[in-house]
């Protein structure tokens, strides 16, 4: 069974850092593809950025590129994505989540419909 737990988020002004972090229970780490998407009030919700299984292969939103980086990391018994944000925007503003696929390629996946887990999301605030 698979758990992800999103934590981090909290509220910042503009031009700001943060990082989200997903601990992620499950069994084998290294056979999982995760993503972060975000779902601002009143909006649906959307890709920001996905990694393969790897950890080499990643995609970026436009309008986070440069900004935003996401990884993987497993450190011991523990297993986490992170969500690196810089130069944070009011329009970062929203609920974000961590999802992970099962996955046997090298491919990463900007669709919900491609991932079968999801944590409860964080809250990031970004103040002008």
């Known amino acids: 069974q698979v758990r992800l737990v999103e934590s981090g988020g909290g509220s910042v002004q503009a031009r700001e850092s943060l990082k989200l972090t997903c601990a992620a229970s499950?069994?084998?780490?290294?056979?999982?593809?995760f993503a972060w998407f975000r779902q601002a009030p009143g909006k649906e919700r959307e890709i920001v950025a996905a990694?393969?299984?790897?950890?080499?292969?990643?995609?970026?939103r436009d309008s986070v590129k440069g900004r935003f980086t996401i990884s993987k990391i497993k450190d011991g018994t523990k297993n986490f994505v992170y969500l690196q944000m810089n130069d944070l925007s009011p329009e970062d503003t929203a609920v974000y989540y961590c999802?992970?696929?099962?996955?046997?390629?090298?491919?990463?996946?900007?669709?919900?419909?491609?991932?079968?887990?999801w944590g409860q999301g964080t809250q990031l605030t970004v103040s002008s």
């Open positions: 999802a992970a696929r099962l996955d046997q390629s090298q491919q990463y996946y900007v669709h919900e419909i491609q991932y079968n887990d």
């Open positions: 499950v069994s084998a780490f290294s056979f999982y593809a």
């Open positions: 990694i393969n299984r790897g950890g080499d292969r990643t995609y970026y």
